[in-house]
Every structure is written in structure tokens, then in C-alpha cells.
Nanobody, 119 residues
Framework: QVQLVESGGGLVQPGGSLRLSCAGS????????MGWYRQAPGKQRELVAA???????NYADSVKGRFTISRDNAKNTVYLQMNSLKPEDTAVYYC?????????????WGQGTQVTVSS
């Protein structure tokens, strides 16, 4: 089973930027959309951004124009570039693949990476 490890989180001031990385121990089939999710304290996990094998992307309304998801298939890595960060972006960020047909996730959820936006 492929393992995914998130990294790149940290403490940043409002308006700042961070780049998250999700490194896979192997490749995930193209039937899975790779996504970044986040979970803030007391809230449900939500999808932030997703990318499919053809390169098409979609974003939550709250991050459109500020976040960019990309992937490097040769490195089995997915990135999330986060700009113009806001305090409400504070959360633990996770990555996972989700089967576009069955809805099943590719792997158990990892530890995630903490993003804290605060002055």
C-alpha cells in the first residue's frame, strides 16, 4: 500500500506563503484524484484542492485564487502552494488520493502537517 507523507507546514503571518509537499512511497493509479484536505479544530475535514491525472484542478471557493495544487509524477509528489494566507486557513493539512469512481481513499490518513496563520 502506498504511503503518503505531508510536510512543509509551519507558522506564518497573515498574507504570507507556504508550500506543502505530499510525497508518496509509490505511484497512485490515475483513477485516483490527488487532493489536499484540511481539518481545523472542531470542524470536519474538508477538501481544499484536487488534481487529476490529466492536470485538471478544482478548488474550494475559500481558497480559489490563493492556492495552487500541482504534481510531479516522476517524484510521486503533490504540492500545494498557498499564498495570501489568512487566519482561517489554520488547520492540519492532509493529502490523499480518492478513486474517481468508487469514492474510496487510496490510503489511510497520515499525520498531516500543521499550518498556523497568526500574527
Amino acid at each position: 500500500q502506498v504511503q503518503l507523507v505531508e510536510s512543509g507546514g509551519g507558522l506564518v503571518q497573515p498574507g504570507g506563503s507556504l508550500r506543502l509537499s505530499c510525497a508518496g512511497s509509490g505511484s497512485i493509479p490515475s483513477t485516483y484524484a490527488m487532493g489536499w484536505y484540511r481539518q481545523a479544530p472542531g470542524k470536519q475535514r474538508e477538501l481544499v484542492a484536487a488534481i487529476i491525472s490529466g492536470g485538471n484542478t478544482n478548488y474550494a471557493d475559500s481558497v480559489k485564487g490563493r492556492f495552487t495544487i500541482s504534481r510531479d509524477n516522476a517524484k510521486n509528489t503533490v504540492y500545494l502552494q498557498m499564498n495570501s494566507l489568512k487566519p482561517e486557513d489554520t488547520a492540519v493539512y492532509y493529502c490523499n488520493g480518492r478513486n474517481r469512481f468508487s469514492g474510496l481513499y487510496a490510503t489511510p490518513w497520515g499525520q498531516g502537517t500543521q499550518v498556523t496563520v497568526s500574527s
